[in-house]
Nanobody, 123 residues
Framework: EVQLVESGGGSVQAGGSLNLTCAGSGFLFAGYCMGWYRQTPGQDREEVAHITSSGSRTTYIDSVKGRFTISKDNAKSILYLSMDNLKPEDTGVYYC????????????????WGQGTQVTVSS
């Protein structure tokens, strides 16, 4: 059974930090590019960051550049998102996803999704 399980969400004040993890199982983790998305009520799911299958290349949306870092440990089958200097607009449910190919600066052909972890940033 394929699983992606996120953890590490929580509530912090603006300027704080959180580290999200996404543990994968049931598929060849090292062979997939991956990404983090977030969603707030009433809004579409928004991409946040992407990483190639090897972890050698990463991309970010402009609003998180310099504050978030995506990384991937293929030996442990874990995806990470380090978030610093959090802002209230970063609030949302964060999802990890695994895809088949990396093109146009993002992980594409998304095959698997986690259940999400809530991040709440208060001002």
């Amino acid at each position: 059974e394929v699983q992606l399980v996120e953890s590490g969400g929580g509530s912090v004040q603006a300027g704080g930090s959180l580290n999200l993890t996404c543990a994968g199982s049931g598929f060849l983790f090292a062979g997939y590019c991956m990404g983090w998305y977030r969603q707030t009520p009433g809004q579409d799911r928004e991409e946040v960051a992407h990483i190639t299958s090897s972890g050698s290349r990463t991309t970010y949306i402009d609003s998180v550049k310099g504050r978030f870092t995506i990384s991937k440990d293929n030996a442990k089958s874990i995806l990470y998102l380090s978030m610093d200097n959090l802002k209230p607009e970063d609030t949302g449910v964060y999802y990890c996803t695994a895809g088949v190919s990396f093109s146009r600066n993002r992980c594409q052909s998304l095959a698997y999704w986690g259940q999400g972890t809530q991040v709440t940033v208060s001002s």
